[in-house]
């Protein structure tokens, strides 16, 4: 989404299909510092988009987005959406917590709806950028961390809203890191390093 080209008008309707891409960051400035690229980028377009991140991490945003552009604005509308990370969709993800993830898809699928119906655009379009692993990740949950990928995938595709996934390196375990970045970067449409 970040470096496709912008098609020139014409007058056959343009189909953009929808992305699911990961970065991987060095460290917690450059997750911040990508995010705000990728939330200016979202918002110039009229499009809406959804932060789902860490409180500091969100705090870091915002302030760095305020120095560029109205995101006061793009709050009010409605285009502009953040969410907690550890409090709204990692505890949907805890080993045996069924109910709890079916809630996250209810109430995914309604925030997407709701930021679609805020977005300026003719063909609205929704972005969602997430933090995936705010803690360490341990070996056993690994599947949880792949599990969230599955299921923003599936809901991302009902409504045709695109991804960004942000890693911080250091949130991999150093024996299983090769591995578990492998089965990550599968899980994605396209790859960042930042």
């Known amino acids: 989404m970040l470096n496709e080209p912008i098609p020139a008008a ?6 953009i299909r929808q992305r699911h891409d990961v970065a991987l960051y060095q460290d917690d400035i450059r997750l911040v510092e990508g ?3 990728f939330v200016e980028f979202v918002l110039k377009l009229g499009n809406s988009v959804i932060v789902i991140a860490t409180t500091s991490h969100r705090a870091a945003i915002l ?16 285009r502009y959406v953040e969410r907690d990370i550890i409090n709204d969709t990692l505890s949907a993800f805890q080993v045996g917590n069924l109910n709890a993830a079916v809630r996250f898809r209810r109430s995914a699928a309604d925030l997407f709806e709701e930021a679609a119906k805020a977005a300026q655009r003719e063909r609205r379009r929704v972005a969602v950028c ?7 990740i341990e070996e056993a949950n690994a599947k949880a961390v792949i599990s969230q990928e599955d299921v923003f995938e599936e809901i991302a595709k009902s409504y045709n809203v695109d991804l960004l996934c942000g890693y911080i390196l250091s949130a991999f375990p150093r024996k299983d890191r090769t591995l578990m970045i492998r089965r990550i970067r599968a899980a994605h449409s396209g790859v960042w390093q930042g």
Do not use: H, M, W, Y
Request: glycine share 4%; charged share 40%; net charge negative.
């Open 10 to 15: 014409s007058e056959n309707v343009v189909q």
């Open 35 to 37: 995010f705000v690229r």
């Open 130 to 136: 997430r933090e995936c692993a705010p803690k360490p």
């Open 63 to 78: 302030q760095k987005l305020r120095e560029t552009l109205d995101v006061d604005a793009a709050i009010e509308e409605g």
